[in-house]
């Protein structure tokens, strides 16, 4: 019988790529989650539910995947025109705005916490122009949640900023440090496909009849639809997972302005090793969860785009 050779791949190597590929993977993310489940398996099905559940501890979920879902959106329309501007445009000083894009790349969380503490506390730069009464702040109403706390007169005794609004220690500037840090993913991912689109089909929209809003919402739309679920994506997880940002500007009050990660740190500084992985392990599967939609929504738009 004639001897069966097995059909040898174009690529060489497969085999020790493929094994690299594993060993690596399963170093830097498999082993460690699995030691994640295995510590919080230590507390009982009843004690991992009365962590994972506690007013505090939700609260803190609250916060964290509230603004980060809050921040990634406020980043998409603020990525594309962005990405818009430096990819149609050529005018003086773009490359060092196209630099300064990557900047929160490269600056340390912890630094980026400290400067958009200086800037937007109620003495800071910014943040004094919103937070008495009779300047910009005045002019914003409460929005609850969102933007902090609208003061009155009545606090002034308490050394609270009377009127206005206050941004730094609210809700409000986690938000902004989650915005500040999560742009880079949107700009960067919707740049390239802009590039690669050209002009040639917004000409000949426009050449047909088509307004300028039919042509964007007609023809670039469907292009950088994929690109901009992929920026919100990573914009999300990034912000769900900040801490260095967050935690000067947050001001860490329980049940109102403590994230996760921050809580996440108090459980281990503690040495409650299994609590803190509890709320670890649910944040893990919450992430997971809203990625693997954001993922289908993704593939989704590009099944209807190919119809």
């Keep these: 019988m004639p001897l069966l050779l097995k059909e040898r791949s174009i690529l060489p190597g497969f085999s020790l790529t493929l094994g690299f590929t594993v060993a690596y993977l399963s170093l830097l993310v ?28 939700l609260a803190s979920y609250r916060l964290s995947f509230g603004a980060s879902l809050i921040a990634a959106a406020i980043n998409v329309p603020a990525g594309l025109l962005l990405a818009w501007v430096l990819v149609r445009y050529r005018f003086p000083g773009r490359r060092l705005i196209d630099g300064l894009i990557d900047l929160p790349f490269a600056l340390p969380t912890a630094v980026a916490g400290i400067t958009l503490c200086a800037l937007y506390a109620p003495n800071g730069w ?29 606090h002034v005794e308490e050394g609270v900023w009377a009127g206005g609004v206050k941004i730094a220690y609210t809700p409000l500037g986690i938000i902004l440090a989650l915005t500040f840090i999560g742009l880079p993913f949107v700009v960067r991912t919707v740049q390239p496909v802009l590039e690669g689109l050209g002009t040639e089909y917004e000409e000949a929209a426009g050449s047909l009849g088509a307004s300028r809003l039919a042509t964007f919402r ?90």
């Design 30 to 57: 498999l082993i460690p989650l699995a030691m994640l489940v295995w510590k919080s398996s230590s507390l009982s099905l009843h004690g991992f539910w009365a962590v994972a559940t506690s007013p505090r501890v």
């Design 126 to 154: 910014v943040g004094h122009l919103f937070a008495h009464d009779g300047a910009i702040g005045a002019w914003i109403p409460a929005t609850g949640w969102m933007a902090g706390h609208l003061y009155t007169p009545e």
């Design 218 to 307: 007609a023809v670039i739309l469907p292009e950088i639809w994929p690109a901009l679920a992929t920026g919100f994506a990573l914009a999300f997880a990034r912000g769900v997972g900040e801490y260095g940002s967050v935690v000067f500007i947050a001001g860490n009050q329980p049940m109102h302005t403590e994230i996760t990660p921050l809580l996440i740190i108090s459980r281990l500084e503690d040495y409650d090793y299994a609590g803190a992985t509890a709320i670890a392990v649910v944040m893990l599967v919450l992430s997971f969860v809203m990625l693997v939609g954001i993922g289908l929504l993704q593939r989704l738009s590009r099944v209807r785009g190919m119809v």
